[in-house]
């Protein structure tokens, strides 16, 4: 209850009700009160006392609905009911209704160690600034740091503490710009969390997915960002939203000078009507049944690759059939094999190498197999032959059942009507939008660069998406304004400062980036951070995002590509992510990928070298127009500005000329990749390697080719390095044919084959009598191997066991001897070391037990390691009786390691 004193005489018995208000007049506040007879009295607020009165100082005010927050100096609450306010730097106070007003602490944020770290940065980089340049950016970033409002709700309080908020599950989302099965996952987590991660390879639609959720934000009645540190990212969106008439709701803020062009000539709304939509619970049951079918749509692409693969790998077996006169007439389809089984049975021939079949074998086969007569599968030649006709049987099988499983995938998506349905989700999500849109409340406030701010909820409601930089967000808002969200793309480019700004002026932070991508460049200033993952040296704001929330992080990796051709992206998927990747392009036999390699010599000069540009351009007199490639995009990459330039003065007009860095978020129909450096001892210096040889600078030059991708190198260069480009260069030359690189193509290892079997021999293994020392130290072997090669150094290593060493061995080798070629047949061995990428075989790891001392079998070792010599391939013997077998394997390893950082 509140009691009311005037004059010093208690009036609260008599009173009905009472105000507060500012008497212009008398320059004072005044409180009135109306008295239960009728009449009402007037004093000076000064001449009265309310109980119960409070007083609160250094807060936070807040009005429900407004993005404002503002700090005031002090407030004194009367009743509950008003609130006289003074604001900082404001002679006179404000009175405001309790009921219109919120009042909150402020963070002590501030005075935290991180955000003291990255104020530090900001400073130490305005204060070792070598530009006036540089110097008024870092400038710029600090003064904003310091305007950052203190509240406790923002997305940059939860990024500083490591906690990330949970959102309350939504009622239903719309797709207006379409989906697939990974970008409803990633729209459907970034609003489950305040902090979320979306990760965008290349050609994945990431600016899809950001449009989706623009999309519901807005539907929300809520306000947004969109920032990066790439122009041509927030241009991307701006564009597509303007296409499908939804550029009205952006207001294109950031610098100065982009204010003003955006007052200059503000997009009017809308004119029409839209036409009737759809209710949100039709739009439902269509996802609902789109959701069913899209896991199908991928698996078919999915399918699709892997028919592709079996092909090739089929094509080399043949190929290494033809080299060595192998022939087999026998047909394996009486015993209904499925490609598991077929494996099961290379294996199970493997493991009775050549001792003859026994009772305990003919048992087995019959039961696991169904095979009534072992003769086939006896020994000697009979055994080879049956193991050569399992292999081809193998991709036979696998092509049927894949082939076969393809069809129904799309079988099943026509029935389902996927198209149709895809486009009426996206159809119906669109005018259901626009709608909604139209039935906003029209603000009649003609805003411009000067009154905006001042009216800022009334312009955010008109232009809920701003689209600026990090550098100038701060700059952008009115004082104290926190949106709903900020999405911050590119952000494996994003320095972690300035890339905090935003988060400091909204609640939700949604980042979309790539890391597998070219990274920022740090500035090296020698602080050091409260904690590594907050380390600006070291991270971007994306890596940093993931290291500081870790398992709390809702992160989607976006894995339906759209741009490059599918051998194209293959590489990238296969060398940076772990094929992850659906590529939902289609191959139609085209030759996508080409090899230019410069003869022998040291032709590089000042980072330029003129002969790979001459041999490029010999190499384009003589092709002429590729078909299904547009001849007027091509772009040329190179890792040095110097050779970018030199281009521009030898190449054709239609040529785009830069190098990688500018690269990265662009695409062309055909990419020329010219990696520059030669073997003189200065380009091969590891920083100078490391710097062309970067797995980042790779994977973007790959894929920005549509259609067509052309590597222009040295004769062996980066062959020592086996870096990313001696992967590509293996890449090239085993998918690709002879007229597509002058290098032969290489032996084809087989593993897609080989997975099986690896599989089968380790479920074979584990049914094995313990008492088998042989298998048993290979066990140990094994195990060893594995953990050594678990070091990001070797992640461009596999390897497989028991592989006949005939399909090891160089297969066109003349000195062979009779003998030799009878040892081939018959002998395998136990770990190969491969390249992942090019399918090469480098090394042969033998586990030898006691038995290898005896003389017969120390001379089939000693042929069999020069067989392995003539051919090419290390080999490194293990005696069960010896000691350090896991540093012996290291070393051995070691010759092949790649760069330690991994992507």
Request: charged share 20%; hydrophobic share 40%.
């Given at each position: 209850m509140t009691s009311i004193q005037m004059d010093g005489e208690d009036k609260t018995s008599t009173i009905s009700d009472w105000t507060i208000r500012w008497s212009d007049k008398h320059d004072v506040f005044e409180l009135t009160c109306h008295f239960t007879s009728g009449r009402k009295s007037t004093r000076p607020l000064s001449n009265c006392r309310v109980s119960p009165s409070r007083e609160l100082s250094n807060v936070l005010l807040i009005k429900p609905g407004s993005k404002i927050v503002k700090p005031i100096d002090k407030a004194m609450i009367y009743g509950e009911r008003y609130a006289v306010v003074h604001y900082p730097g404001s002679s006179k106070p404000y009175l405001h209704k309790m009921a219109?007003?919120?009042?909150?602490?402020?963070?002590?944020?501030?005075?935290?160690?991180?955000?003291?770290?990255?104020?530090?940065?900001?400073?130490?980089?305005?204060?070792?600034?070598?530009?006036?340049?540089?110097?008024?950016?870092?400038?710029?970033?600090?003064?904003?740091?310091?305007?950052?409002?203190?509240?406790?709700?923002?997305?940059?309080?939860?990024?500083?503490?490591?906690?990330?908020?949970?959102?309350?599950?939504?009622?239903?989302?719309?797709?207006?710009?379409?989906?697939?099965?990974?970008?409803?996952?990633?729209?459907?987590?970034?609003?489950?969390?305040?902090?979320?991660?979306?990760?965008?390879?290349?050609?994945?639609?990431?600016?899809?997915?950001?449009?989706?959720?623009?999309?519901?934000?807005?539907?929300?009645?809520?306000?947004?960002?969109?920032?990066?540190?790439?122009?041509?990212?927030?241009?991307?969106?701006?564009?597509?939203?303007?296409?499908?008439g939804l550029g009205y709701l952006v207001a294109k803020l950031g610098n100065k000078q982009n204010r003003e062009t955006f007052f200059a000539d503000l997009p009017a709304w809308p004119s029409g009507e839209p036409g009737p939509a759809a209710s949100?619970?039709?739009?439902?049951?269509?996802?609902?049944?789109?959701?069913?079918?899209?896991?199908?749509?991928?698996?078919?692409a999915q399918l699709q690759i892997e028919l592709d693969e079996l092909v090739i790998e089929r094509r080399y077996l043949q190929q290494w059939w033809a080299r060595n006169g192998v022939q087999t007439e026998s047909s394996l389809d009486k015993y209904g094999l499925t490609p598991r089984k077929t494996a099961d049975l290379m294996a199970y021939l493997a493991y009775l190498g050549e001792r003859r079949v026994q009772l305990k074998d003919r048992i087995e086969l019959l039961f696991k197999f169904r095979v009534f007569r072992t003769k086939p599968f006896a020994e000697g030649q009979a055994r080879i032959a049956a193991f050569h006709a399992l292999q081809l049987h193998f991709y036979d099988k696998a092509l049927k059942d894949k082939d076969a499983e393809l069809r129904a995938c799309r079988e099943s998506l026509v029935r389902a009507n996927f198209t149709e349905l895809l486009e009426g989700l996206t159809s119906t999500s669109m005018q259901y939008l626009k709608q909604h849109l139209s039935g906003q409340q029209r603000t009649r406030i003609s805003f411009d660069a000067s009154n905006y701010r001042n009216n800022f909820d009334a312009f955010m409601q008109r232009f809920p998406i701003v689209a600026s930089g990090t550098h100038s967000i701060v700059n952008s808002l009115a004082p104290g304004a926190i949106l709903d969200y900020v999405i911050i793309d590119e952000a494996s480019l994003q320095d972690i400062v300035p890339g905090i700004l935003p988060l400091g002026c909204a609640?939700?932070?949604?980042?979309?980036?790539?890391?597998?991508?070219?990274?920022?460049?740090?500035?090296?200033?020698?602080?050091?951070?409260?904690?590594?993952?907050?380390?600006?040296?070291?991270?971007?704001?994306?890596?940093?995002?993931?290291?500081?929330?870790?398992?709390?992080?809702?992160?989607?990796?976006?894995?339906?590509?759209?741009?490059?051709?599918?051998?194209?992206?293959?590489?990238?998927?296969?060398?940076?992510?772990?094929?992850?990747?659906?590529?939902?392009?289609?191959?139609?036999?085209?030759?996508?990928?080409?090899?230019?390699?410069?003869?022998?010599?040291?032709?590089?000069?000042?980072?330029?070298?003129?002969?790979?540009l001459d041999s490029l351009l010999a190499v384009l007199e003589s092709d002429g127009d590729p078909v299904g490639v547009d001849r007027e995009?091509?772009?040329?990459?190179?890792?040095?500005?110097?050779?970018?330039?030199?281009?521009?003065?030898?190449?054709?007009?239609?040529?785009?000329?830069?190098?990688?860095?500018?690269?990265?978020?662009?695409?062309?129909?055909?990419?020329?990749?010219?990696?520059?450096?030669?073997?003189?001892?200065?380009?091969?210096?590891?920083?100078?390697?490391?710097?062309?040889?970067d797995a980042c600078m790779v994977n973007v030059a790959v894929s920005r080719a549509k259609n067509r991708f052309t590597l222009v190198t040295g004769d062996e260069v980066f062959t020592a390095n086996n870096g990313p480009i001696a992967a590509l260069i293996r890449y090239i030359s085993y998918y690709g044919q002879d007229k597509?690189?002058?290098?032969?193509?290489?032996?084809?290892?087989?593993?897609?084959?080989?997975?099986?079997?690896?599989?089968?021999?380790?479920?074979?293994?584990?049914?094995?009598?313990?008492?088998?020392?042989?298998?048993?130290?290979?066990?140990?072997?094994?195990?060893?191997?594995?953990?050594?090669?678990?070091?990001?150094?070797?992640?461009?290593?596999?390897?497989?066991?028991?592989?006949?060493?005939?399909?090891?061995?160089?297969?066109?080798?003349?000195?062979?001897?009779?003998?030799?070629?009878?040892?081939?047949?018959?002998?395998?061995?136990?770990?190969?070391?491969?390249?992942?990428?090019?399918?090469?075989?480098?090394?042969?790891?033998?586990?030898?037990?006691?038995?290898?001392?005896?003389p017969v079998q120390a001379a089939r070792d000693a042929m069999k390691n020069e067989i392995l010599a003539q051919s090419g391939i290390s080999i490194l013997r293990l005696r069960t009786v010896e000691s350090g077998i896991e540093s012996r394997i290291a070393e051995f390893l070691g010759q092949w390691a790649g760069p330690a950082s991994g992507v």
């Open positions: 219109g007003i919120v009042f909150a602490a402020p963070t002590s944020l501030r005075e935290a160690p991180v955000f003291r770290y990255f104020a530090d940065v900001a400073n130490a980089r305005e204060s070792q600034a070598q530009s006036k340049v540089d110097r008024d950016i870092a400038s710029n970033v600090a003064a904003q740091l310091g305007k950052l409002p203190p509240v406790a709700s923002t997305a940059l309080q939860a990024y500083c503490t490591g906690r990330n908020g949970t959102l309350a599950p939504d009622q239903g989302l719309i797709y207006p710009f379409g989906l697939n099965e990974s970008q409803y996952h990633a729209v459907e987590r970034a609003f489950s969390a305040q902090i979320s991660v979306i990760e965008g390879p290349p050609g994945t639609g990431k600016t899809q997915t950001i449009l989706n959720i623009l999309a519901n934000i807005v539907l929300r009645g809520q306000t947004v960002a969109v920032l990066s540190n790439n122009n041509a990212a927030v241009a991307n969106v701006y564009e597509k939203l303007e296409k499908c949100a619970d039709e739009i439902q049951a269509l996802l609902t049944r789109l959701k069913q079918h899209l896991q199908d749509h991928n698996r078919a609640k939700n932070l949604i980042v979309v980036g790539d890391n597998r991508q070219l990274p920022h460049i740090p500035v090296k200033l020698g602080l050091p951070a409260p904690a590594e993952a907050y380390d600006c040296e070291r991270y971007s704001l994306l890596d940093s995002c993931i290291e500081v929330f870790k398992d709390a992080l809702p992160r989607t990796l976006l894995k339906e590509h759209y741009r490059c051709h599918p051998r194209i992206i293959q590489f990238c998927n296969q060398q940076f992510y772990d094929n992850a990747l659906v590529p939902m392009t289609v191959d139609n036999g085209e030759d996508p990928m080409w090899l230019v390699v410069t003869g022998k010599g040291n032709h590089a000069r000042d980072n330029t070298n003129l002969r790979e995009g091509r772009g040329y990459i190179a890792p040095f500005r110097a050779q970018a330039t030199l281009s521009a003065t030898h190449l054709p007009s239609d040529f785009v000329n830069d190098t990688v860095h500018k690269f990265q978020g662009r695409e062309c129909d055909e990419i020329v990749f010219s990696t520059v450096l030669d073997k003189k001892r200065y380009n091969q210096t590891q920083r100078r390697l490391d710097f062309v040889d597509q690189s002058v290098r032969a193509p290489v032996v084809s290892a087989f593993d897609l084959l080989y997975r099986e079997y690896d599989q089968s021999l380790a479920r074979l293994n584990s049914r094995l009598r313990p008492e088998d020392s042989r298998y048993k130290s290979e066990q140990i072997g094994a195990q060893l191997l594995r953990e050594a090669m678990s070091a990001p150094a070797y992640q461009a290593l596999t390897w497989h066991t028991q592989i006949k060493l005939d399909q090891l061995a160089a297969p066109d080798n003349a000195q062979w001897t009779e003998p030799q070629r009878a040892f081939m047949r018959r002998a395998s061995c136990d770990f190969v070391i491969y390249f992942k990428v090019g399918k090469t075989p480098v090394g042969v790891i033998e586990v030898d037990g006691g038995y290898h001392d005896h």
